[in-house]
């Protein structure tokens, strides 16, 4: 079940100016994290409630995020949606049509995550995020 | 002061095929809005704690909107942040560098609003939102 927004992934080119210029524009700090399975280092941003904006560099020419960047140039990459058993619900969209990059959960920054192919959600790319429990 | 993150906007080709398909992505009905300042008709989804998914359905070849259908095709369109007083607020981001595209606050579905200019957000399109009080 989909419980809430988990964040919005914003390909940028330059990591250090961008977090410069999102701390200005939010007025908060950025936590950095190395973000190896993605191929990417990423800045996030809690704003409000939780939300978080993250910014995302990637590691190198092979990173999915350096690929988005060469086509379409810095902007809006990802929404990531926080479900409670991330099985269970690409199963559950799977079987209502929705193509799945991810057939199951894989280890992410913030816990388990998997992507929906944009083809089947009006061009986007959705990441469903299942936290990581407190103490695992 | 950037509050929260109010909603993400994404631009479709047919909001009666995308509403069907995010209600059954978000377990969740959409609520359905037009919005004639922006030409666009919204389907808004209220996922967890309040945070918005918008869909953008262009009124006309002359929306915003369409233009960057017709340029980027469906996808994500722009993030809205909410502030509380979004003239002071444009006022400081334009003294940190900011473009902006509106000068000041202006009538929308939401609220009051304003969008800054994506050449100077890592080509992201950042609307602010200050809502209306209740009983306003």
Do not use: Y
């Given at each position: 079940?989909?419980?809430?927004?988990?964040?919005?992934?914003?390909?940028?080119?330059?990591?250090?100016?961008?977090?410069?210029?999102?701390?200005?524009?939010?007025?908060?700090?950025?936590?950095?994290?190395?973000?190896?399975?993605?191929?990417?280092?990423?800045?996030?941003?809690?704003?409000?409630?939780?939300?978080?904006?993250?910014?995302?560099?990637?590691?190198?020419?092979?990173?999915?995020?350096?690929?988005?960047?060469?086509?379409?140039?810095?902007?809006?990459?990802?929404?990531?949606?926080?479900?409670?058993?991330?099985?269970?619900?690409?199963?559950?969209?799977?079987?209502?049509?929705?193509?799945?990059?991810?057939?199951?959960?894989?280890?992410?920054?913030?816990?388990?995550?998997?992507?929906?192919?944009?083809?089947?959600?009006?061009?986007?790319?959705?990441?469903?995020?299942?936290?990581e429990k407190e103490g695992e």
């Amino acid at each position: 079940m989909i419980k809430r927004v988990h964040h919005v992934g914003i390909a940028v080119n330059n990591l250090q100016e961008s977090v410069a210029l999102f701390e200005r524009l939010l007025g908060l700090k950025a936590h950095i994290e190395e973000a190896p399975c993605q191929r990417v280092t990423e800045a996030i941003f809690k704003v409000g409630e939780g939300v978080e904006i993250d910014l995302l560099e990637p590691m190198g020419p092979d990173s999915a995020v350096a690929k988005f960047l060469e086509k379409r140039g810095e902007g809006l990459h990802h929404i990531a949606l926080e479900v409670d058993d991330i099985d269970a619900d690409l199963e559950a969209m799977e079987g209502k049509g929705v193509q799945l990059i991810d057939k199951q959960g894989r280890e992410g920054v913030a816990g388990k995550i998997a992507f929906l192919h944009p083809k089947s959600v009006n061009g986007v790319l959705v990441e469903l995020v299942q936290p990581e429990k407190e103490g695992e």
